[in-house]
């Protein structure tokens, strides 16, 4: 009987770990300082921010449309949601995350082989820490998880996993990012770039992703509404 209650307690203990964790950490994410990397852009970009064109797409968006260009020339509010790495499930995460709060008049989607594809979906897990504050991305990552990872998620403290590195990295830094999601590139040497041919026989479009980017298409032609 006593070590049914010392279970009982540690049980107990475990719980309360993890609800604690799990609070203290969204309350932590969505005061982040917006200081221009990936994932406090993710915050920005799903939580906070609107505009009148909203940029969204891989590293190639990221690194390529200057907000600051587009918004001297267009005479209107931008924001680049680019994120290295992520595909059109990222891009969907964003793009009804911000029709929650507002509608953009122009929606710039920056479109490659990698973002339909299967390529970079495992990335989306990079995601989870959003799962129990997003609506769209428990949707989302809802429909590519398996029976097991649904179980996973249902832990405060796997959901947070590998996220305090760059919450700390983020408090620690002097000042905030003032290019809203843009993140030009460091000049580098040229021949450090190498161009990835993808022969057409091996591009495979993925069923789901078609999907989204459908959506977002879809979507932009009624007006957002």
Same mark, same amino acid.
């Given at each position: 009987?006593?070590?049914?209650? /010392?279970?009982?307690l540690? %049980?107990?203990?475990?719980? #309360?770990? @993890?609800?604690?964790? $799990?609070? !203290?950490?969204?309350?932590?994410i ?11 852009n ?17 590293s ?29 499930q ?10 929650q709060?507002?509608k953009?008049? /122009?929606v710039?989607?920056? %479109?490659?082989?990698?973002? #339909?594809s @299967?390529?970079?979906? $495992?990335? !989306? ?10 609506p769209?991305?428990?949707r ?7 029976s097991?990872?649904?179980?996973k ?6 959901q ?10 983020a408090y620690?830094?002097?000042?905030e990012?003032?290019?809203?999601g843009y ?19 091996q591009f ?7 999907r989204?980017?459908d ?7 009624q007006?957002?509404?």
């Open positions: 009987m006593k070590k049914v209650f /010392i279970g009982f540690f %049980l107990l203990l475990v719980v #309360l770990s @993890d609800i604690c964790v $799990g609070g !203290i950490t969204r309350k932590v969505l005061n982040v300082p917006d200081v221009g990397v990936n994932q406090t993710s915050v920005q970009a799903l939580f906070h921010r609107k505009a009148d064109v909203l940029v969204l797409g891989p190639t968006a990221n690194h390529h449309y200057d907000t600051r260009l587009l918004r001297d020339s267009l005479r209107l509010s931008v924001y680049n949601a680019g994120f290295d790495g992520k595909n059109i990222y891009s969907a995460m964003v793009f009804y995350s911000f029709l709060r507002c953009p008049k /122009i710039c989607l920056d %479109l490659g082989p990698s973002m #339909l @299967d390529e970079w979906n $495992g990335s !989306i897990g990079e995601m989870n820490i959003f799962y129990n504050m997003s769209v991305v428990h989302i990552i809802n429909e590519r998880a398996t097991v990872q649904k179980i998620l249902c832990s405060n403290l796997y947070c996993n590998n996220s305090w590195q760059w919450l700390l990295h620690l830094q002097h000042g990012s003032t290019t809203d993140r030009p590139l460091d000049v580098v040497s040229s021949n450090q770039f190498r161009v990835k041919h993808m022969p057409y026989e495979r479009v993925d069923s789901v992703n078609l989204y980017l959506g977002i298409v879809n979507k932009c032609k007006g957002g509404g």
